[in-house]
């Protein structure tokens, strides 16, 4: 167990697909949160749709989000559950410190 100043970062990005309409793009936000229920989200910001540099499952835009968490741990499934996850193209989780 890590004590309070040895609390862990991590910034996460997804690309979800463009072609979700806000409700889904919610709900599907809103069942990431529920997988870091034990995490703090510090930040979370909805960063929009861009371009991709090349396509990813046959889309050429992705719609972005990053968030920066703290807490101990990463849930152990938590990688898992978002590759299942159709409506995420990529994800990139980095601890920083």
Known sequence: MLGLDAMRAYELILVAKPSLTEALRKKMIAGIKALLKDLKIVK???VGQK???YKIKKEING????????????PADFEKK???NDNILRHLL???K
């Open 82 to 84: 978002l590759l299942e």
């Open 51 to 53: 371009t991709l540099a």
């Open 94 to 96: 980095l601890r920083t």
């Open 44 to 46: 979370e910001n909805e």
């Open 63 to 74: 719609f972005y989000f990053d968030f920066t968490l703290e807490g101990e741990n990463i």
